[in-house]
């Protein structure tokens, strides 16, 4: 999302700005700013709505294709991590092509994986159409924000953005509901069936409405060792986090791959360094406030999306509520998150991102601290007062997070700043179900054993042990068929108690993640270009 066409009043001494490639001001459909922010925020719906929508599918998927809990943890892994390798490589390849034709590419690219997902019926390629749909959903997020750039004028830019990262909320927060609709009243096929009319929806508008804006600068070469650096490391991290479990924390295997990570990430920040085109410019971050930003973003994600996770399991498997009801007590969420949106903007540019961002994170780590209390007897209302309290708590982090990073990023490089903001929180998602997931298998397997002894239920062999473990990850009880019902409920019983005792735990780490974030939020600032925009064209 290296977009160059931005513009700013020069100083005394300082050339002028480059010129967009295509300034002539826009009077019909084609390139109509706001024609221009529908289509782009139609396509952006279908990303964003991915990212939650098929929580609430997961258990449904798991139960119909067999698949296990590392399996379903790479439904959304998978995904996310797709999304956020790419989603540089991705601006970049919009600034020297076009924005218009990548945009283009990526709706229809992510429709047909989608149609693809409906049609599968293994759960390999399950996950391997959601990395698809990270790919081309990265060539989506950067190429829109790279249109709005380029065809508001600067003093409708920002109003323009506001309204793009509404939907971002909105969609993210609405995934829930609208997959449990689906879920219940079709099936979990029909989450991944929606997109298809959706992206023809973009696609038909995209050709009809969107124009191409090209930088003058554009980049001539990519990094392709970068690239190949930042996705080996990020794969081996996440992968020795998901896998820890079953080979163990003191595994050799586990460490191996941690530590091939590491040198991943140190290699990538060295060649970073020398290379003429770096995929991530590392001069962003001699900015303090903007890597502040940046680490609030991956906190953030990795607490809500890793709470969000388990949540669902807990709604349907524990209280065994049906994907619509799962959907509908997380409306508070939601709710708060859409209404909490405009008060957080308002709020951000009357005091600055600070206290609006540190409160933020501060109601997220209480509301995580409430979540940890939950049980098999908690009642709705209790729900709805956390829930409630989640939503308000990210509001000002989603709406503040462009002014903090793009906003103090030097105007050249603030297409760069807005895909890594975008990148933080795909990253921040997909280490957030990775490690809170990891907590959750650990508290199982240490407590179910011991769980099981105390009922009084017959003992298992190991197998049979870790079998049962991996249902009562998702909140599944392990009933056999033709168990008698004082021996089936009381397997219920220690099933949920131990489900229970490991999301708990995962709620403490998740809020334990939001009280460092309220300190790193302190480290914010607003941005010295935070009003600068850039238009190619004039409303």
């Given at each position: 999302m290296t977009s160059q066409t931005t513009v700013s009043a020069p100083g005394p001494g300082d050339k002028a700005p480059a010129a967009p490639s295509d300034p002539t001001p826009s009077t019909g459909l084609r390139g109509h700013p706001w024609f221009t922010l529908i289509t782009v925020a139609v396509g952006v719906m279908m990303v964003a709505l991915d990212g939650t929508i098929v929580a609430i599918?997961?258990?449904?998927?798991?139960?119909?294709?067999?698949?296990?809990?590392?399996?379903?943890?790479?439904?959304?892994?998978?995904?996310?991590?797709?999304?956020?390798?790419?989603?540089?490589?991705?601006g970049k390849l919009g600034d020297r092509f076009g924005h218009r034709q990548t945009f283009l590419i990526g709706v229809t690219g992510f429709a047909l994986a989608s149609g693809a997902i409906g049609l599968s019926h293994s759960i390999a390629f399950v996950v391997t159409f959601r990395v698809l749909q990270g790919l081309f959903g990265a060539l989506l997020m950067p190429a829109a924000l790279g249109l709005l750039r380029a065809t508001f004028p600067a003093e409708k830019l920002n109003m323009a953005i506001g309204?793009?990262?509404?939907?971002?909320?909105?969609?993210?927060?609405?995934?829930?509901?609208?997959?449990?609709?689906?879920?219940?009243?079709v099936n979990w096929?029909?989450?991944?069936?929606?997109?298809?009319?959706?992206?023809?929806?973009?696609?038909?508008?995209?050709?009809?409405?969107?124009?191409?804006?090209?930088?003058?600068?554009?980049p001539r070469s990519f990094d392709i060792l970068g690239i190949g650096l930042l996705s080996g490391a990020m794969f081996c991290l996440v992968w020795a986090l998901i896998k820890a479990p079953a080979w163990g924390w003191g595994s050799g295997t586990?460490?191996?791959?941690?530590?091939?990570?590491?040198?991943?990430?140190?290699?990538?920040?060295?060649?970073?360094?020398r290379v003429a085109e770096p995929l991530i410019p590392l001069g962003l971050f001699r900015s303090v406030a903007l890597s502040a930003g940046v680490v609030l973003m991956v906190?953030?994600?990795?607490?809500?999306?890793?709470?969000?996770?388990?949540?669902?399991f807990y709604l349907q498997n524990v209280h065994g509520m049906s994907p619509i009801d799962a959907g509908l007590h997380l409306l508070p969420l939601t709710g708060m998150m859409i209404v909490g949106s405009p008060l957080a903007g308002a709020a951000i540019t009357k005091l600055g991102?600070?206290?609006?961002?540190?409160?933020?994170?501060?109601?997220?780590?209480?509301?995580?601290f409430g979540m940890s209390t939950l049980d098999s007897n908690t009642g709705s209302a209790v729900m709805s007062i956390w829930f409630a309290l989640l939503g308000l708590g990210l509001a000002p982090v989603m709406v503040g997070a462009t002014e903090v990073i793009v906003g103090n990023a030097p105007m050249e490089l603030s297409g760069v700043a807005g895909g890594l903001q975008q990148a933080a929180m795909q990253i921040g998602g997909s280490l957030g179900t990775a490690v809170l997931g990891a907590v959750m298998a650990s508290r199982v397997d240490s407590d179910l054993a011991g769980n099981w002894a105390d009922a009084g239920l017959p003992?298992?062999?190991?197998?049979?042990?870790?079998?049962?473990?991996?249902?009562?990850?998702?909140?599944?009880?392990?009933?056999?068929?033709?168990?008698?019902?004082?021996?089936?409920?009381?397997?219920?019983?220690?099933?949920?108690?131990?489900?229970?005792s490991g999301?708990?735990?995962?709620c403490l780490v998740a809020a334990g993640v939001a009280v460092v974030a309220v300190f790193v939020a302190f480290l914010t600032k607003r941005g010295e270009n935070a009003e600068a925009g850039a238009g190619a064209a004039h409303i």
């Open positions: 599918a997961n258990p449904a998927i798991q139960k119909d294709l067999g698949a296990s809990f590392a399996d379903v943890q790479w439904i959304t892994n998978g995904y996310f991590l797709a999304l956020a390798v790419s989603l540089i490589t991705a309204l793009w990262g509404m939907v971002i909320g909105a969609s993210t927060a609405g995934g829930p509901i609208l997959g449990g609709v689906l879920v219940e009243h096929q029909s989450v991944f069936f929606i997109n298809v009319p959706v992206g023809a929806i973009a696609l038909i508008l995209g050709l009809l409405i969107l124009r191409d804006h090209r930088a003058e600068n554009a586990t460490w191996t791959f941690l530590a091939v990570s590491v040198v991943g990430f140190a290699s990538f920040a060295f060649w970073e360094q906190l953030m994600a990795i607490a809500f999306m890793g709470g969000l996770f388990f949540v669902t991102p600070r206290i609006p961002l540190a409160g933020g994170m501060a109601a997220t780590a209480i509301a995580m003992k298992l062999t190991q197998p049979q042990l870790d079998a049962a473990a991996e249902a009562v990850q998702v909140g599944v009880a392990p009933v056999a068929p033709h168990t008698p019902e004082a021996i089936a409920a009381k397997i219920t019983q220690v099933a949920h108690d131990t489900f229970i999301m708990s735990l995962a």
